[in-house]
């Protein structure tokens, strides 16, 4: 197993699973892991708390994938989010291997729906967020993406661990220029 040093909480119930019926109580584990189903175990853990409220108390995937901690960030439509991407110095790129930012998505109608965004671990300045270095889940054995889940906590995962759902896969990459 990983050394996962921020392992998620099996303990409490302070999460609420609200898509069962009936809705009911969950631990951390248990929310996130009935989520996404691709989260499994010691593959993942969770590094930054939920963010309730409005900015600047809250912040989102798209925010957080630019270092930016106090608001919350939405583009409608892959170019949109090219040129937002384009304004930190990131710029499209077919290959995952050199991807900094991967940009989840649905495809509806023929174009992409954009749904979240991830950013690959220890790819920014330790003194920047979102800086991965406390990070160790999975150190020397994936590699490793960050998402901020909207409202929701920080996690750790392997990129394919939040495909489906409600984000859709990757579909877009972004590297530095």
């Avoid at 291997?97 to 950013?119: D, Q, S, W």
């Avoid at 996690?155 to 990757?170: K, P, S």
Wanted: proline share 8%.
């Amino acid at each position: 197993d990983a050394d996962c040093g921020d392992q998620p909480r099996t303990e409490g119930t302070d999460y609420y699973i609200y898509w069962t019926n009936p809705p009911r109580a969950a631990s951390q584990a248990e929310f996130f892991e009935t989520a996404w189903p691709g989260l499994v175990g010691c593959e993942w853990s969770a590094f930054g708390p939920r963010t309730p409220g409005d900015p600047p108390d809250a912040y989102n995937c798209i925010a957080w994938s630019v270092g930016i901690m106090d608001q919350w960030i939405w583009r409608n439509t892959e170019a949109e989010f090219d040129t937002f991407y384009a304004g930190y110095g990131f710029t499209p790129t077919d290959d995952p291997n050199e991807a900094v930012i991967a940009l989840f998505g649905n495809v509806v109608n023929g174009n992409m729906a954009p749904t979240h965004a991830a950013v690959r671990r220890n790819t920014w300045p330790a003194d920047q967020p979102p800086n991965h270095a406390t990070c160790t889940c999975g150190t020397g054995r994936w590699i490793m993406w960050g998402s901020k889940c909207g409202h929701l906590d920080l996690i750790e995962h392997q990129l394919e661990q939040v495909e489906g759902g409600q984000y859709g896969t990757a579909q877009r990459y972004y590297k530095l220029n």
